[in-house]
C-alpha cells in the first residue's frame, strides 16, 4: 500500500502541469530530450554526510531507449528519481526539452517495480486515472483507455480489477496508465525485477512494441545485463562509491528485437564487456 500512495501522490502532482491531454494528441510525437550536467546528490545527517552521485553528465535523446545498469548501492535508483523530480539535486542541473526539472510533472511517466495499481478501480479506471486529473471530459477519456488496452493488449480485462490479474499484466496495465498522461519520457525503475524468467522475456518484447508506438524517450534501470542490452539502443555502466557514470555502451543490435537476437555473437561479446565492467 506504500507503493500505491506513492504513485497515487506522483499522479497527483503530475496532474498539477500545464497544460491538458486530449485523445487527438494521440497521434502526436513528443520531443523528450534530457541533458544532465555536473549532477552532485548528497545526503546530510547530523553527525556525517553521504555522496550518492557525482558528477553525473548524460544526454539522452529524442525517443531514445538507454538503460542504466551498476551494483546496488551505485545511485541508478537516486539518478531516476532525480529525473523524476521526486528528489532534489545538490548541485548541476536536469532539464528537459530545455526546461529545468524542479518537481514532478505530466510529462515524466514513472513506472515502478512494485504492482502499484490502485486495487479499487478497474484496469480501465487505472489507465484512465490521471486524465481524469486533468478533467479531461469521459468520452475523451474512454478513446485513450481505448488505445492503450489495445496497445498492451488487455481489451478483454478493461473491467477486471488488479487482484484478478497476473504480475505481468499488472504492469502491463502500469505502464499503459504511465502512458496515458502522453508524457514525453518513461522513467522505469526496475518493472520487470518481480516477474518471472518467461513473463519477463514476454514483456521486455511488449515493451518495445509499446516504445516503438508511441514514441517516448525511456529511461530505464535493471541490474539485468541481459534485458538491459535487449530492450536499449544504450547502455549506461554506473560505479559506486560515490555513484558515477564508468562507461556508455552503443547497442548495436538490428532495431526488430527477437529473442534470437540473444545467440548472436554481437550480443554475447557486449554481455561479456559489461559483465567484466561490472565485475570489476
Known amino acids: 500500500m506504500e ?5 497515487a501522490n506522483y499522479d497527483e502532482q503530475s496532474a498539477n502541469a500545464k497544460g491538458s491531454t486530449r485523445a487527438k494528441e494521440l497521434a502526436v510525437v513528443p520531443r523528450g530530450e534530457i541533458v544532465i550536467r555536473g549532477l552532485h546528490k548528497v545526503y546530510e545527517t547530523k553527525k556525517s554526510q553521504f555522496e550518492a552521485l557525482k558528477n553525473i553528465d548524460l544526454s539522452i535523446g529524442t525517443n531514445e531507449f538507454v538503460t542504466i545498469v551498476g551494483p546496488s548501492g ?16 545538490t548541485d548541476g542541473s536536469v532539464t ?8 514532478p ?5 514513472m513506472v515502478f517495480q512494485g504492482y502499484t495499481l490502485f486495487p479499487w478501480l478497474t484496469v480501465r479506471e487505472n489507465i484512465e486515472y490521471g486524465p481524469k486529473l486533468k478533467g479531461i471530459s469521459t468520452l475523451e477519456r474512454r ?3 481505448n488505445h492503450f488496452l489495445k496497445v498492451i493488449k488487455l481489451e478483454a480485462f478493461a473491467s477486471a480489477y488488479p487482484k484478478q490479474l497476473s504480475g505481468g499484466m499488472k504492469q502491463r496495465v502500469a505502464i499503459a496508465r504511465a502512458l496515458a498522461n502522453r508524457p514525453k519520457v518513461l522513467l522505469m525503475d526496475e518493472p520487470f525485477g518481480a516477474l518471472d524468467a518467461q513473463t519477463k522475456l514476454e514483456m ?3 515493451l518495445l512494441e509499446v516504445w516503438e508506438k508511441e514514441k517516448t524517450t525511456v529511461l530505464f534501470i535493471t541490474h539485468d545485463i541481459d534485458e538491459a542490452i535487449f530492450l536499449s539502443q544504450r547502455i549506461v555502466v554506473m560505479g559506486a562509491g560515490p555513484g558515477r557514470i564508468l562507461k556508455t555502451f552503443d547497442v548495436e543490435l538490428p532495431d526488430k528485437r527477437t529473442s534470437e537476437i540473444r545467440e548472436l555473437p554481437e550480443f554475447l561479446a557486449l554481455k561479456r564487456e559489461l559483465g567484466q565492467l561490472l565485475k570489476h
Not at 105 to 109: D, H, L, T, V
Open 143 to 145: 478513446a485513450i483507455s
Open 96 to 103: 528537459l526539452d530545455g526546461d529545468e526539472v524542479i518537481g
Open 74 to 89: 551505485c545511485g541508478k535508483s537516486t539518478l531516476l528519481r532525480i529525473v523524476a523530480g521526486l528528489d532534489e539535486l
Open 204 to 206: 521486455q518484447e511488449m
Open 105 to 109: 510533472g505530466a510529462e515524466r511517466g
Open 3 to 7: 507503493a500505491v500512495k506513492r504513485e
